[in-house]
């Protein structure tokens, strides 16, 4: 038994009298063979990557090689600086004692003693001479002022 079909037709789907409601039928389609075919091998993920992001690597590679290398750099000035540090503590600890050796250790009338007996006299009794020597004026040469002029000076 053959139901009525409508004339309106929509595709791959028939209306229905009386519901109202598209019913799915299948279409009348001659089926196609599959072809043999061989199964597709899984496709390993690609990554494509432009040239400015290989740039910008390259760049942040060779940034955290400088950067190693100036941390490198500033432990061993760090180093260096402790070093010299420790050198001028011991300079000046070695300043002090001097010092204190000098100011206590030797008496000053004893050693103006020892050099009148070397036969070395006051500044004071020495006798002073004082020559005049008379100079004809030199005379100034006027130079060009300017910032060109200063310029020609420095590097001419």
């Known amino acids: 038994m053959q139901t009525k079909k409508s004339d309106v037709r929509y595709i791959r789907y028939y209306y229905s009298e009386g519901s109202g409601a598209r019913v799915a039928e299948k279409a009348i389609l001659p089926k196609k063979k599959k072809k043999a075919t061989l199964p597709e091998p899984k496709k390993q993920p690609v990554l494509h990557i432009g040239p400015l992001a290989i740039v910008g690597l390259v760049m942040c590679v060779v940034m955290v090689v400088l950067m190693a290398v100036g941390m490198n750099r500033l432990e061993e000035i760090r180093e260096e600086a402790t070093r010299l540090e420790n050198y001028v503590d011991q300079l000046?600890?070695?300043n002090g004692r001097l010092r204190k050796d000098y100011e206590e250790g030797y008496d000053l009338d004893e050693v103006a003693y020892m050099a009148q007996g070397m036969g070395m006299i006051r500044v004071e009794d020495a006798t002073h001479v004082r020559i005049f020597l008379p100079a004809?004026?030199?005379e100034e040469?006027?130079?060009?002022?300017g910032f060109p002029h200063t310029l020609t000076d420095l590097f001419g």
Do not use: I, Y
Request: glycine fraction near 0%.
């Open 92 to 94: 000046a600890m070695e």
């Open 136 to 138: 004809e004026p030199v």
């Open 141 to 145: 040469t006027v130079t060009q002022t």
